[in-house]
């Protein structure tokens, strides 16, 4: 995921016009904070 927004728009675009379904994050930031979260998330996994 980039964090330059020109360059997901275009991406998006481009994937768009090839036919794919484009998903975006909405509740998590798309960089390190991100992957802390999954982190945790498995870490609590193997936990419980």
Do not use: C, H
């Not at 275009?10 to 509740?27: F, I, N, S």
């Not at 798309?30 to 498995?42: E, K, L, R, S, T």
């Amino acid at each position: 995921m980039f964090q330059n927004r020109l360059l997901v728009e275009l991406t998006v675009a481009d994937l768009k016009q090839r036919g794919l379904r484009v998903l975006l994050p909405e509740r998590l930031p798309p960089n390190d904070g991100g992957i802390a979260y999954g982190q945790a998330a498995v870490a609590a996994a193997r936990l419980s």
